[in-house]
């Protein structure tokens, strides 16, 4: 499984990034909903932290606290691809975004998480 990720950029505080994350491979889905995709996000001298994540069956989401209310994870089911719409950023948002997918998932760390896209850069200037 390949994962493709895509969108990042850099903005100023209060701007919208919408990343995607494509993969390659549909039938890593096993149709159960412990089958999730997600976005981390990584800076510098800090470990890789979780900021959302979607079951691919039942569509049930989750959101780490400091993105609740301004992040929205969705997904395409035909095109096998997720997507995370960021709106009112902010500085401490500036991470490299990491896309992950994984089959058996009960929690939302980055061990659960078996396959990984490379990195996009998201800067947020105040």
């Known amino acids: 499984v390949q994962l493709q990720a895509s969108g990042g950029g850099s903005v100023e505080a209060g701007g919208s990034l919408r990343l995607s994350c494509a993969a390659s491979?549909?039938?890593?889905?096993?149709?159960?909903?412990?089958?999730?995709r997600a976005w981390f996000r990584q800076t510098p001298g800090l470990e890789r932290e979780f900021v959302a994540a979607i079951s691919w069956a039942g569509g049930t989401t989750w959101y780490a606290d400091p993105v609740k209310g301004r992040f929205t994870i969705s997904r395409d089911y035909a095109r096998n691809t997720v997507f995370l719409q960021m709106n009112s950023l902010k500085p401490e948002d500036t991470a490299i975004y990491y896309c992950a997918a994984g089959r058996m998932v009960q929690t939302n760390t980055p061990a659960a998480f078996s396959f990984w896209g490379q990195g996009t850069q998201v800067t947020v200037s105040s």
């Open positions: 491979l549909g039938a890593f889905n096993n149709g159960r909903d412990s089958y999730r």
